[in-house]
């Protein structure tokens, strides 16, 4: 909208006066002036972007965390599953059921939750929270998302490398959601999950940042862990734990002044955006339809 047009100016502060306190012709130039200063400068506020963050590896920012101050997975988890006990009966058992999910619906959202490049991945809780997450309206709450990736996603690796499990697809031969990844992924740790902790980071600290949200964002976080199933690159308690570390490592954001700021901003952002009635770009019916494919109740 531009703010000179009659639409504009209208609810600038002096010029709505009543017409029996003040006639439209003593309005000076110099009110005039200081109206718009004001209304674009509050604009200008809500839309400044954070301060550049250095890449830690193409298109992955740095984490808030400085790397010694990052949870230590293997000393905050259990060892996986050992050979012939009933977690890794339950573990396989579950795997072998979300197989049955393949080609669904539930395997295409699974692909998309795989994917956690941006902007794709900041569309992830689009529809949970029914507002976009976008660095045009929400750059502060999208700088915390990119950045909080790596913090959860790095504090996994202390267990990842000490355990380094074998990943379900290297067992069963069949296929995964993101193949031109699996070169790599034989040879990362599968206990716990990076890309669950991640998702249930962002679940826990989206839900701070709109509660009234709550129970639809820690449900899109639940099932984006459980895309790492369906895909057949983990297993259930790789999942399971990977919630654990993600949530220790929002722990520690919690003492990092860096990320409550970007925070704080973060929940204007989100009103703001809120305000102007923006939606979701994503199919939201599409997804809900696809969570409710659950792999601990497939087939």
């Not at 997975?73 to 072998?96: F, K, M, R, V, Y």
């Not at 919630?243 to 970007?262: C, I, K």
């Amino acid at each position: 909208m531009d703010p000179l047009g009659d639409a504009g100016l209208e609810p600038l502060p002096g010029l709505h006066q009543a017409s029996h306190l003040r006639s439209p012709h003593s309005i000076t130039w110099a009110a005039i002036f200081m109206a718009l200063l004001t209304f674009l400068t509050s604009r200008e506020t809500a839309h400044a972007q954070p301060a550049p963050v250095p890449e830690i590896r193409p298109g992955i920012l740095a984490g808030y965390l400085p790397t010694d101050t990052l949870p230590n997975s293997i000393a905050l988890i259990p060892p996986p599953p050992t050979a012939g006990s009933a977690a890794l009966a339950l573990d396989q058992a579950i795997s072998n059921s979300a197989l049955a999910l393949r080609d669904t619906p539930r395997w295409t959202l699974a692909t998309e939750d795989a994917d956690l490049s941006f902007p794709n991945a900041a569309g992830t809780f689009s529809c949970a929270l029914d507002a976009p997450i976008t660095v045009e309206d929400t750059p502060h709450l999208y700088m915390v998302l990119r950045r909080s990736l790596a913090d959860a996603g790095l504090s996994t690796y202390s267990a990842k490398n000490s355990y380094t499990r074998s990943r379900p697809f290297t067992v069963n031969n069949a296929p995964i959601c993101s193949p031109d990844e699996e070169t790599a992924l034989r040879k990362d740790g599968s206990y716990p999950s990076g890309h669950t902790a991640v998702g249930w980071a962002w679940a826990l600290i989206l839900s701070e940042v709109a509660p009234d949200r709550s129970d639809a964002i820690l449900a899109r976080g639940r099932a984006f862990g459980e895309s790492r199933v369906i895909c057949n690159v983990h297993w259930e308690s790789d999942v399971i734990e990977g919630r654990f570390v993600g949530a220790a490592a929002v722990a520690r954001l919690h003492a990092n002044p860096a990320f409550l700021a970007d925070l704080k901003i973060g929940v204007d952002e989100l009103a703001s955006v809120r305000a102007k009635g923006l939606k979701p770009v994503r199919d939201c019916k599409t997804e809900a339809a696809a969570m409710a494919l659950d792999p601990l109740q497939a087939p």
